[in-house]
């Protein structure tokens, strides 16, 4: 065992997305190698890599099986982790490359969507002591039969954390495109702010409701394991966004506004009040691995209910085939399949506390002629359903009407 | 384990080259499994592939380690298996995915040119009992130690055979994109002749003398198993040419003439005639992994030796490097590195037992005016090394003087 605090750092796609970006990034590393800081890496696919590899499997087949796409796809962090490794011996510096399964990372076997369950950390150790930068491919993990799985959508952020959190590492650094996380999307809104700070709830929002900067399933586990996450731009050195827990900032009653287009609502009509039917419906998605964003049930007049349920776009044609099969047994008349709608969401720590907050949410999409379709809330989030068309204008109406561009967070001791 | 014998096939790069042969070798794969024939099936990456990941590295380092350049390398084959197994599951049936080390192809450490020490084989049977084509990548293994390896040029041919061998498969057939084997290449003869039938040791030298259709490590294991290995092209359904003992065969004098251009010759002039200098010599090159093709030793009047040694021309600047370190040990007065040489063989079972043959070919040579620098001959070949220009004609020379385009070669039970 070493006694020196490891320095976990994420490279996402685009800060290796060249030669010349891998180049740079490994100076990066090597500067901060020798102010003897000891570092390990995980690095993504170099940008476009994933698609590319994606593109000639569908190119074979519509619906490839999973543990096959997790095979192409997993080479791609393979690529770039060896290239980096590479330019990092080019600077006169030890590092050394690992896959998923030299790192010792376990999975469970559900390819595509895998979790890990255990990280062998003593290979780890080891290449540190001996002097090494590690660098690890992200968003792969290896179950106990061999099998190369993946993580899902934002794995290798996911699996930097679980590193983080397996080495009790004092901080994990994620290096983006972005310079971290805003009040609302630059693109969007111009005078959107970066937010220094931010809470793992209000974060593990962002994500949930669009924002692409972190997956829920990293901040679910830097949450878990007490670890700050700093998010930043691999192409500057300012700092970017830490996200901390909430108890170490001051409260805000709002702290970003967040769009989501990437959504779909699926309505049965008029399905007969017999009980367990929304668990029917929720268990023949959940066997489909279709996660149900949002499930919201109206009673009509004649003992029939409607349902509404957000999934992502991508879920969609699969949810409503399933959903086909689904509707005799719950007497269902119609599904309505609606993949041009968007959720606009406000997230803040206060906005429990402040009752005013929905109201405020509400009025601004009126004075803007916004109609909303469905409202859900959390402790720390409410987020409306709206016309697709309607999103950009809704973020920016939302950010004036909570004067964001304005916002000032401070952690509690620096008050 | 199971009772019918399995058949052991292996696609190279152009091969599987692009989304359209990979979907043609699956329909290939498809029938034979209609016909109850059971399959294990190597592939390499898809053609340019493997240059273009070695470009990628090259940009970032001259000289990448070899561990992470296997890393890197290794992605591609792992990209084919996944594509092709997709292809095939898209003509439903059942087909499995594994990367070396999934498939127990057990190696020693010597990246970039490693060994196949074991193979385990019960995960390969499970899968052909479950009724699955097995498709394995080639050229990779994985040691005790979880790392990742490659077999060195070639090495999917000797993934091929090697798993023939642990099978007891009664054939292994090699497919790619040429017919087969040929007395000369068509591309240099033009009525070369295509071989129905050729020897290990033949093939052997025809793999060592400069014919890249099968890699020699590969027919070594061949012959030492006593694998029939069948060349042919995965562009049409024509037999190809199979590799048998000679013993099956009829005797002729001249099989096939070979040309390999990249060869490099290196001259250490007047080296003090002491004992072990050969040795010293031969071991410094081996300690670095070149293999040297020839030695030769020629004694000069004041008690000094001239040694030429022909090496492959990739590893001429290395070589040449570790000679200057040792020239001064061995009081070498010069060293002198010509790349502009090649070398032209006649290969032939019957030449041992045919003197005729080297004064055919050396007569052949000096009618076309070709001046021969060095000779070396084997029970099965005779080689010149001669200028590179001249390498053509020197081949087309050869392949009339010993008529080679009516050369009729069978089997002795067929005779």
């Known amino acids: 065992m070493i006694d020196l605090p490891v320095k976990v750092k994420k490279y996402g796609g685009t800060s290796v997305g060249s030669v010349e970006s891998i180049r740079s990034v490994a100076q990066d590393l090597a ?44 080479t791609g962090e393979q690529v770039s982790i060896a290239l980096l490794t590479m330019a990092v011996h080019e600077l006169g510096i030890n590092a050394i490359a690992l896959t998923g399964a030299q790192c010792g990372i376990l999975t469970d076997g559900n390819f595509s969507r895998a979790r890990i369950q255990n990280i062998a950390t003593d290979k780890i150790y080891k290449f540190l002591e001996e002097g090494n930068i590690v660098i690890v491919a992200g968003f792969q993990g290896i179950t106990s039969d061999q099998e190369i799985t993946t993580l899902g959508r934002g794995g290798s952020d996911t699996t930097a954390t679980a590193l983080a959190a397996a080495l ?21 809104v111009s005078d959107a702010r970066l937010l220094e700070f931010i809470g793992y709830d209000e974060m593990l929002e962002f994500a949930a409701s669009g924002s692409h900067v972190l997956h829920p399933r990293c901040v679910e586990i830097a949450s878990k394991y007490d670890i700050p996450l700093e998010v930043r731009s691999s192409f500057h050195h300012r700092p970017g966004t830490t996200v901390v827990r909430e108890e170490l900032l001051e409260k805000v009653a709002i702290t970003g506004v967040t769009g989501d287009a990437e959504i779909a609502r699926i309505a049965l009509m008029q399905v007969k009040d017999i009980p367990g039917v929304a668990a029917r419906i929720s268990k023949s998605l959940a066997d489909a ?26 879920d969609a044609q699969h949810s409503q ?3 086909q099969r689904v509707s005799q047994e719950v007497k269902a008349q119609e599904i309505q399949v609606d993949t041009h709608v968007a959720r606009v969401s406000v997230i803040g ?17 009126a004075d803007n002629e916004i109609n909303i379709q469905l409202i859900s809330s959390s402790e720390i989030r409410i987020a409306c359903i709206i016309q697709e068309d309607q999103l950009d204008s809704a973020i920016r109406a939302l950010h004036e009407a909570f004067d964001l561009s304005n916002l000032e967070r401070k952690t509690i001791s620096t008050a």
């Open 289 to 314: 691995n279709v996660h149900i964003q949002l499930i919201i049930q109206g009673i009509r007049h004649d003992q029939t209910n409607d349902f509404s349920l957000i999934i992502s776009q991508e």
């Open 31 to 74: 500067s901060e190698h020798q102010q003897g800081i000891q570092q390990l890496v995980v690095v993504s696919a170099m940008a476009k890599a994933t698609d590319q590899l994606l593109d000639m499997a569908l190119q074979i087949t519509p619906r490839p099986r999973a543990r096959e796409l997790d095979m192409l796809l997993t």
């Open 321 to 323: 085939d399933i959903l």
């Open 168 to 188: 009790k590492s004092p901080v994990c650094e994620i290096y983006t495109d972005v310079d971290g996380v805003f009040t609302a999307s630059p693109r969007i």
């Open 349 to 365: 720590s206060g906005v429990a506390s402040n009752p005013g907050v929905a109201a405020r949410m509400f009025q601004a999409l």
